[in-house]
């Protein structure tokens, strides 16, 4: 298992071949078993087979193909709903429309998508994060009809893989790891540690591509500019408070 982990790919393109329900339940029923606050599971998934409801989620992430071209979309929510239902109709309180709870309630969808994808691998399935959830949980939120005190948090398109990419490359552990405390970088070593990743010879075809100097110019320039963060960091807090959460 350590060595699919280490030779894992993220992917995009997928066969016709359908996943099966029972196979499906099979690895939400184990990711389930993923940890999680308190033992309250504070997480949902919506399940989208119908390829006309995958079409109408299609344009919150961008029209990104694999949306509408995987046999199965799972939107993973933050979800507090279920348990202050319960606690109501068991003669408590639950004080979880609050900052702290929307946070307990990510890390737990968030451990409970990573154990559901780190399962579907192992069985042979495909797997892509969208991280455009979060761009537009309004759209999200429209589109599975999610109440009050549910979030969408992250997506992910699932099926057998049509084809094998390329591995994309990843820092070296020093860049990520620190011991007994946290050590800042200087110039000099974040040269060292970017400099395998710069010197890729894609990498270095992106830089040219989008007209820029340097990849971190890429990134901060082209794919994630300041005025779109800030629009999408907008349009998330609202949906927090549409929701509840604020």
């Not at 699919?4 to 359908?18: E, F, L, S, V």
């Not at 992430?61 to 606690?87: E, G, S, Y």
């Not at 990849?215 to 549409?242: G, P």
Request: hydrophobic residues 45%; charged residues 20%; aromatic residues 10%.
């Amino acid at each position: 298992m350590l060595e699919k982990m280490k030779n894992r790919r993220t992917i995009r393109k997928y066969t016709d071949q359908a996943i099966d329900d029972a196979l499906l339940c099979e690895l939400l029923e184990v990711a389930a078993r993923a940890s999680n606050t308190g033992n309250m599971q504070l997480y949902s998934v919506v399940v989208t087979r119908d390829q006309a409801k995958k079409e109408a989620l299609a344009p919150a992430h961008f029209n990104q193909p694999m949306v509408t071209a995987a046999p199965v979309v799972l939107t993973f929510c933050a979800d507090a709903n279920r348990f202050v239902k319960w606690a109501e109709q068991r003669n408590a309180i639950a004080g979880f429309d609050n900052l702290q709870t929307f946070m307990a309630a990510t890390i737990d969808a968030m451990l409970f998508a990573q154990s559901f994808c780190t399962a579907a691998e192992e069985k042979g399935l495909g797997i892509c994060y969208l991280g455009t959830t979060t761009y537009n949980a309004d759209k999200i939120v429209n589109a599975l009809n999610l109440p009050r005190l549910v979030v969408p948090i992250v997506t992910v398109t699932v099926g057998y893989p049509d084809g094998l990419p390329e591995q994309p490359e990843r820092l070296p552990l020093e860049a990520i790891m620190h011991q007994e405390s946290y050590v800042d970088y200087t110039p000099e070593s974040i040269d060292a540690l970017y400099h395998d990743k710069e010197a890729l010879e894609a990498n270095i075809r992106f830089v040219q591509e989008n007209n820029k100097e340097t990849l971190a110019q890429v990134f901060t320039d082209v794919r994630y500019t300041k005025a779109n963060n800030e629009f999408f960091s907008k349009v998330f807090i609202d949906v927090l408070k549409q929701q509840g959460f604020l």
